[in-house]
């Protein structure tokens, strides 16, 4: 008998989650030790030969700190862009290596919750809370005259502590944040997804802006919709 829809599309879901995750981990291994250098990066700046694809929340952020715009930033800031118009946060439960992470400690949370009654509800905050992380973030940046989430972001950093242990077998103090927004999973279930991640916020707020066809409804939309990782 055929597995239900959903299941199947978490199926697929999972095998997505594990292909980008491997794939920030094989592909430093094969530049630093077979030279090929067809792609490069991770999520927050990748290229796959001359094609580049920038994380639209990095981009703004560079463009907001240097007052200047480069053609190649903008450019490679479309595609994740129009993806995000017209699928929502589809990198977020698809490709983010956080994600990935989530869904393994999930899995052991699962085992030892179903032992001991716990349930993962400690925090629950307003969906409005994530328009808020990505406004401060962006006021942040301004002030401070650095891209706060090219240093900071989960995703990123997920990529860069790897490529570090491949290169040079070390791990930066910066691991801990990555650490921090796991054990966030332990207290409410997707917590810094939900509430507090501003590139999640940010490709939301493209997702139903893709969707808009009345501009009386982005008034709704700030009052009324959140996407949050499941």
């Known amino acids: 008998m055929n597995k239900p829809f959903y299941k199947r599309i978490t199926f697929y879901r999972y095998i997505s989650l594990t292909f980008f995750f491997f794939l920030i981990v094989i592909n430093p ?14 999520y927050q700046s ?16 560079s463009i907001l700190t240097s007052k200047s715009i480069y ?6 800031m479309l595609f994740p862009i129009i993806l995000a118009s017209l ?18 400690t999930d899995k052991v949370i699962g085992v030892f919750s179903n032992k001991l009654k716990y349930q993962r509800n400690f925090i629950s905050l307003p ?15 301004l002030v401070i ?32 944040i990555v650490f921090i927004v796991l054990f966030l999973n332990l207290l ?17 707020l493209f997702g139903k802006l893709g969707n808009f066809y009345n501009p009386n409804n982005v008034a709704v939309f700030f009052l009324k919709n959140s996407h949050s990782t499941s």
């Open 29 to 42: 291994t094969l530049i630093y030790k077979y030279g090929i250098t067809f792609i490069q990066g991770w």
């Open 87 to 104: 699928l929502g946060r589809v990198f977020c439960s698809w490709v983010c290596p956080i994600s990935f992470l989530s869904e393994l």
């Open 127 to 141: 969906k409005y809370i994530l328009w808020f992380a990505l406004i401060i973030e962006l006021i942040l940046t």
């Open 145 to 176: 005259g650095y891209p706060l989430f090219v240093w900071w972001s989960p995703p990123a950093l997920v990529g860069r502590e790897i490529m570090f242990y491949i290169f040079y077998k070390i791990i930066t103090i910066e691991i801990i």
């Open 71 to 76: 053609l190649t930033a903008i450019i490679g």
């Open 46 to 61: 990748f290229a796959i030969g001359n094609f580049f694809i920038v994380s639209p929340l990095e981009g703004i952020e």
């Open 188 to 204: 409410t279930k997707r917590f810094f997804c939900r509430y507090l991640c501003p590139l999640g916020a940010l490709l939301a």
